[in-house]
C-alpha cells in the first residue's frame, strides 16, 4: 500500500517522456513507423532511447531530400511540402507499407500505427519562426479501422534546436495520447502539452476522425484550443469544418465583424452587406482575395458564467448556415485582432461595427494595462490601411440617428476621435435601414426562451426555420450528430 502523509495534496502524476515511450516499447503488440521530414527524428529518439524499441519500431525514415520526398510520397500540386496534404500523403503511404509488408497471418495480434510529421523550423535570420503538420494513423485493436490525429503547431521558440526538442516531445505525448487517452478527446489534448509550455508551440488546429472518434466534434475540439490557452484563435469555414486560419487569411483582404450573434440578426447581416460593398470598392481591394470573418470573442461566449459549448455549436451552426467563416478567438481588445491577422497578411483590413462597439474602443478603461495605454493601442490598430464602417443606431429615448458625425466619445478621446474621423479611418454606411434598428439579439434570445411570437422576421431568411427545426437557444435539443443543416450560399 502506498504510504501516505497527513497534509498531502492530490496532484496529477505526470509521466515522463522516458515512461511514455516505454510504456509503448513494451506492449508487444503495438508495432509501427516513423516518418519525420525537416526538424530530425526528434519523436522516434525517444523511442529508440527509452529501451524496447525493436518491439515497437518496424521502421523510421527522414527523407530530407525534396527529390527523394517526392519520390516517395509524390509531388504535391502546389509544390509546398509543410502541408496538411503532405502529411496526409505521409500517414497513408506508410501504413499501405505496413499492411504490405506485416503479414496479419504471422502478426495476428498486431496494432499498427504510423507517426508522421512534416515541419519547417526557424529560418537563419530568425524572421520565420517556423510551424509544421504532426499526425498519427493507428489502431486500436488488431484488424480494426484506422484512427486519424492530425494538427498544426507554430513554434514560438527562437532557437532550432529547442524547437525540435519541443517536437520530439510533443510527438511522443501525441502517440501516447492516442493510444492510452482516445476515450477522453479533452483530457488528451491537454496531455499534449505534458513537459511543454505554452510559450514553447502553439497548436491551433486539429482534427480526429475514425471509428473511436465518431463522436466526436471537431469544432468543440478547436474551442477547447482556445479555452486552455493552446492557441489564440480557431477558424471554421462556411462548410462547419476546422481550417487553418493562415491556409484561409494569407495574403488576403480581411472584413472582420464581432459579436455574440446569438443568434444572428438582420441587423448583423445588413452591416456585413453593406460594409463589404464599400470594402471591396477600396483601392487595391480585390474581391477574389478578399475574406469576411464573423468573430465571436470568449469573453461574449463566457457572457453568462462558464461557456457553454451547446451554445458555441448554435452559433456556428447558423453562421456556417449563412454561408460565413467563423473565428473564435481569446482577444478582447480589437487591436490584438488586428494584430492577429496582420500576422498572416500585409492587405488591407476592415472593421465593421455598430456606434456602441466604436464608443467602447475610446474608453480608456481597457487599456490600462498597456504602458502606452490607449495611445498603444490605437497604434496598433490604425496603423496599416484599417478603416472601420460604422453603421449607424438609433438613440432609443430621442429617436435620433447617431452616426460618426455626432456620436459622444469620453470628452478626453474627443480630440482623438476627431483626427481618426478626419483622416478617414472612421466612414459611416450611408445605405442603411431604419425599421431594423431597433432590432437586438438579447431580446430575440428573451423572447425565444419565453415562448413569445415574432421573432422570426427579426432574423434572416431562413434561420428562424432552423432554430425552430433544431431546437436551439432554449429549446430542448436533439443530439448533436441528429442535426443536418442544409448550407445556404450568400452572394458576395
Given at each position: 500500500?502506498?504510504?501516505?502523509?497527513?497534509?498531502?495534496?492530490?496532484?496529477?502524476?505526470?509521466?515522463?517522456?522516458?515512461?511514455?515511450?516505454?510504456?509503448?516499447?513494451?506492449?508487444?503488440?503495438?508495432?509501427?513507423?516513423?516518418?519525420?521530414?525537416?526538424?530530425?527524428?526528434?519523436?522516434?529518439?525517444?523511442?529508440?532511447?527509452?529501451?524496447?524499441?525493436?518491439?515497437?519500431?518496424?521502421?523510421?525514415?527522414s527523407a530530407y531530400d525534396k527529390d527523394f520526398s517526392d519520390a516517395i510520397y509524390g509531388i504535391e500540386d502546389d509544390r509546398r511540402y509543410v502541408t496538411e496534404a503532405r502529411l496526409r500523403k505521409m500517414l497513408s503511404h506508410e501504413m499501405s507499407l505496413m499492411e504490405k509488408r506485416i503479414t496479419r497471418d504471422k502478426h495476428p495480434n498486431k496494432i499498427f500505427f504510423t507517426y508522421?510529421?512534416?515541419?519547417?523550423?526557424?529560418?537563419?535570420?530568425?524572421?520565420?519562426?517556423?510551424?509544421?503538420?504532426?499526425?498519427?494513423?493507428?489502431?486500436?485493436?488488431?484488424?480494426?479501422?484506422?484512427?486519424?490525429?492530425?494538427?498544426?503547431?507554430?513554434?514560438?521558440?527562437?532557437?532550432?534546436?529547442?524547437?525540435?526538442?519541443?517536437?520530439?516531445?510533443?510527438?511522443?505525448?501525441?502517440?501516447?495520447?492516442?493510444?492510452?487517452?482516445?476515450?477522453?478527446?479533452?483530457?488528451?489534448?491537454?496531455?499534449?502539452?505534458?513537459?511543454?509550455?505554452?510559450?514553447?508551440?502553439?497548436?491551433?488546429?486539429?482534427?480526429?476522425?475514425?471509428?473511436?472518434?465518431?463522436?466526436?466534434?471537431?469544432?468543440?475540439?478547436?474551442?477547447?484550443?482556445?479555452?486552455?490557452?493552446?492557441?489564440?484563435?480557431?477558424?471554421?469555414?462556411?462548410?462547419?469544418?476546422?481550417?487553418?486560419?493562415?491556409?484561409?487569411?494569407?495574403?488576403?483582404?480581411?472584413?472582420?465583424?464581432?459579436?455574440?450573434?446569438?443568434?444572428?440578426?438582420?441587423?448583423?447581416?445588413?452591416?456585413?452587406?453593406?460594409?463589404?460593398?464599400?470594402?471591396?470598392?477600396?483601392?487595391?481591394?480585390?474581391?477574389?482575395?478578399?475574406?469576411?470573418?464573423?468573430?465571436?470573442?470568449?469573453?461574449?461566449?463566457?457572457?453568462?458564467?462558464?461557456?457553454?459549448?451547446?451554445?458555441?455549436?448554435?452559433?456556428?451552426?447558423?453562421?456556417?448556415?449563412?454561408?460565413?467563416?467563423?473565428?473564435?478567438?481569446?482577444?478582447?481588445?480589437?487591436?490584438?485582432?488586428?494584430?492577429?491577422?496582420?500576422?498572416?497578411?500585409?492587405?488591407?483590413?476592415?472593421?465593421?461595427?455598430?456606434?456602441?462597439?466604436?464608443?467602447?474602443?475610446?474608453?480608456?478603461?481597457?487599456?490600462?494595462?498597456?504602458?502606452?495605454?490607449?495611445?498603444?493601442?490605437?497604434?496598433?490598430?490604425?496603423?496599416?490601411?484599417?478603416?472601420?464602417?460604422?453603421?449607424?443606431?438609433?438613440?432609443?429615448?430621442?429617436?435620433?440617428?447617431?452616426?460618426?458625425?455626432?456620436?459622444?466619445?469620453?470628452?478626453?478621446?474627443?480630440?482623438?476621435?476627431?483626427?481618426?474621423?478626419?483622416?478617414?479611418?472612421?466612414?459611416?454606411?450611408?445605405?442603411?435601414?431604419?425599421?431594423?434598428?431597433?432590432?437586438?439579439?438579447?431580446?430575440?434570445?428573451?423572447?425565444?426562451?419565453?415562448?413569445?411570437?415574432?421573432?422570426?422576421?427579426?432574423?434572416?431568411?431562413?434561420?428562424?426555420?432552423?432554430?425552430?427545426?433544431?431546437?436551439?437557444?432554449?429549446?430542448?435539443?436533439?443530439?448533436?450528430?441528429?442535426?443536418?443543416?442544409?448550407?445556404?450560399?450568400?452572394?458576395?
Open positions: 500500500m502506498e504510504i501516505t502523509i497527513k497534509g498531502d495534496k492530490e496532484f496529477d502524476d505526470i509521466p515522463s517522456l522516458k515512461s511514455k515511450a516505454l510504456r509503448i516499447n513494451l506492449n508487444e503488440n503495438i508495432y509501427g513507423t516513423f516518418a519525420e521530414i525537416g526538424a530530425g527524428q526528434e519523436t522516434c529518439r525517444h523511442f529508440f532511447r527509452a529501451g524496447g524499441a525493436s518491439g515497437t519500431i518496424a521502421k523510421a525514415m508522421a510529421n512534416t515541419v519547417a523550423t526557424i529560418d537563419f535570420a530568425k524572421k520565420f519562426k517556423g510551424h509544421g503538420w504532426v499526425g498519427i494513423k493507428y489502431q486500436v485493436e488488431s484488424g480494426g479501422g484506422y484512427n486519424e490525429i492530425i494538427l498544426h503547431v507554430r513554434f514560438k521558440e527562437t532557437d532550432a534546436r529547442l524547437q525540435q526538442e519541443t517536437l520530439g516531445a510533443l510527438g511522443t505525448n501525441l502517440i501516447y495520447g492516442a493510444f492510452y487517452k482516445y476515450n477522453e478527446p479533452k483530457k488528451l489534448l491537454r496531455y499534449l502539452y505534458d513537459h511543454l509550455d505554452k510559450d514553447q508551440l502553439e497548436i491551433d488546429t486539429i482534427n480526429f476522425s475514425g471509428p473511436v472518434f465518431k463522436d466526436v466534434d471537431n469544432r468543440l475540439m478547436s474551442l477547447q484550443l482556445v479555452k486552455n490557452g493552446m492557441t489564440d484563435a480557431v477558424m471554421f469555414g462556411p462548410d462547419g469544418n476546422n481550417v487553418l486560419p493562415a491556409k484561409v487569411l494569407y495574403k488576403k483582404n480581411i472584413l472582420a465583424l464581432r459579436g455574440s450573434f446569438r443568434p444572428v440578426t438582420k441587423v448583423n447581416m445588413a452591416m456585413y452587406e453593406k460594409s463589404y460593398e464599400m470594402f471591396i470598392k477600396e483601392n487595391k481591394v480585390n474581391a477574389d482575395k478578399t475574406e469576411v470573418v464573423f468573430e465571436i470573442t470568449l469573453s461574449n461566449l463566457r457572457a453568462e458564467g462558464e461557456i457553454d459549448e451547446q451554445d458555441f455549436m448554435d452559433r456556428a451552426d447558423l453562421l456556417c448556415s449563412l454561408g460565413q467563416s467563423v473565428m473564435i478567438s481569446n482577444f478582447q481588445e480589437y487591436y490584438k485582432v488586428v494584430e492577429y491577422f496582420s500576422s498572416y497578411t500585409k492587405a488591407r483590413m476592415g472593421l465593421a461595427m455598430g456606434v456602441n462597439n466604436l464608443i467602447d474602443i475610446f474608453d480608456e478603461k481597457y487599456y490600462r494595462h498597456l504602458s502606452g495605454g490607449i495611445l498603444e493601442a490605437f497604434g496598433k490598430l490604425f496603423f496599416k490601411d484599417l478603416k472601420v464602417y460604422l453603421y449607424p443606431m438609433l438613440d432609443p429615448e430621442t429617436g435620433e440617428l447617431i452616426n460618426s458625425k455626432n456620436l459622444k466619445v469620453y470628452p478626453r478621446m474627443k480630440e482623438l476621435y476627431k483626427f481618426f474621423k478626419y483622416n478617414g479611418k472612421v466612414i459611416d454606411i450611408e445605405d442603411y435601414d431604419t425599421s431594423i434598428m431597433s432590432i437586438f439579439s438579447r431580446e430575440i434570445l428573451q423572447k425565444i426562451e419565453n415562448g413569445d411570437r415574432g421573432w422570426e422576421d427579426m432574423l434572416p431568411e431562413g434561420t428562424a426555420d432552423l432554430i425552430k427545426d433544431y431546437r436551439l437557444f432554449g429549446y430542448t435539443r436533439k443530439p448533436l450528430k441528429s442535426i443536418t443543416i442544409k448550407k445556404r450560399t450568400v452572394k458576395k
